[in-house]
């Protein structure tokens, strides 16, 4: 999949969802993003210079960027702490879309498949937030994406 937004509707619409959690302890909105937390999360979660971040989440311990997720314009990138494996750190939207299920599971979203996000530093009330951010986003993408067209994974 091309990294640029070959959607912009589905860019807005995410965008929107992120923007109902910006209250959450340690999420960041593009315009709150410092250029630092930005270096750190590009290369830490090997975002692509061209790809538009609208949210990155902090799970590290000194909030420092090097571990936590990206919502981006062509889909979600993380990088995970030692204690969270995952198959992968990248997941396009259309694929994103096609997971049966979310769910929480040892301090970290399952996103099934054998891919992990690490949410260790939040509290049960904030962990539930992003999982729920998460969960609207996946729904948005369903809907924007046609997803009912394909196959669940």
Request: net charge neutral; aromatic share 6%.
């Amino acid at each position: 999949m091309n990294e640029r937004n070959d959607n912009p509707g589905l860019a807005d619409a995410i965008r929107a969802v992120c923007l109902r959690y910006r209250s959450v302890e340690r999420l960041y909105l593009e315009d709150t993003i410092d250029l630092q937390r930005m270096h750190n999360a590009r290369r830490a979660m090997r975002i692509p210079e061209h790809e538009t971040v609208m949210l990155l989440y902090d799970d590290s311990l000194l909030e420092n960027n090097k571990v936590g997720f990206a919502v981006c314009a062509g889909g979600l990138y993380w990088r995970n702490d030692w204690s969270v494996n995952s198959r992968r750190m990248r997941l396009p939207w259309e694929e994103f879309a096609r997971r049966k299920r979310l769910r929480e599971k040892d301090l970290a979203l399952d996103l099934m498949r054998g891919d992990r996000i690490g949410l260790a530093v939040l509290d049960e009330d904030e962990r539930a937030q992003v999982i729920a951010m998460l969960r609207e986003i996946q729904a948005v993408c369903k809907e924007r994406l046609n997803s009912s067209d394909i196959s669940d994974s």
